[in-house]
């Protein structure tokens, strides 16, 4: 499984765009990036999901330069709200049997 | 749609007990995956149920145990519980098989463990 490496914390304030950014140089062909955010005392939540270029919902979009050795996760004009644990993830797709968790970006949305 | 649900919430314990911890997965899902998180870490996987079959296993000693049900539900078991199990443990419910993606998992709040 590819390791992925990602900042420890980050701080914001309200109204701003944030990028987190995940390096994962081992990444194999047919690994996926997943991002999921986790609020305290919660289980985390599946945000999005790609494998190359831009990926957009309603909620964040999610950047894939061409050689996938990284992925930027950005949240527009993030609340308090959003303060949370964000992960970076990378897995095949459909033969994938465990996610693997680091140790997540601690996000703080400053008023 | 029901989400994915857990119990019991909390539970304290004392070293050498066994806990059974329940998971009701999300309708129409078929797999079930644990996960243990200790404080201030990101889940560690112990091991995940597909059609009620052990479909993969997480470096977690043989005293962890589990079970998936014909309704697709599943439970933890923990033997011999030492100190070092006190943990947040998240039952996650996912759609497997096919072209199905197991990246994109359903997770319940978690029963938070504690052993004294």
């Known amino acids: 499984l590819a390791k992925t490496t990602q900042p420890i914390s980050m701080d914001s304030y309200e109204g701003q765009e944030v990028n987190i950014t995940c390096s994962h140089n081992n990444i194999a062909t047919n690994d996926y990036i997943t991002w999921y955010q986790q609020f305290p005392s919660q289980g985390p939540r599946f945000i999005i999901q790609g494998y190359k270029t831009k990926v957009t919902n309603e909620v964040a979009s999610l950047f894939i330069p061409a050689d996938r050795k990284s992925s930027t996760l950005s949240l527009p004009r993030v609340s308090l709200s959003d303060t949370a644990v964000y992960y970076c993830l990378v897995a095949p797709l459909s033969s994938a049997r465990q996610l693997t968790f680091g140790s997540g970006t601690q996000l703080t949305v400053l008023p | ?116």
Request: net charge negative; glycine share 12%; with cysteine.
């Open chain 2, 1 to 116: 749609e029901t989400g994915v649900t857990q119990s019991p919430t909390h539970l304290i314990k004392t070293r050498g007990q066994q806990v059974t911890l329940r998971c009701s997965s999300q309708s129409g899902h078929n797999t079930v995956s644990w996960y243990q998180q200790a404080l201030g870490q990101g889940p560690q996987f112990i091991f995940q149920y597909y059609r009620e079959e052990e479909n993969g296993r997480g470096n977690f000693p043989p005293r962890f145990s589990g079970l998936q049900f014909p309704n697709y539900s599943s439970e933890l078991n923990v033997n011999a519980l030492e100190l070092d199990d006190s943990a947040l443990y998240l039952c996650a419910s996912s759609l497997g098989g096919g072209q199905s993606s197991y990246n994109e998992q359903f997770f319940g709040p978690g029963t938070r463990l504690t052993v004294l």
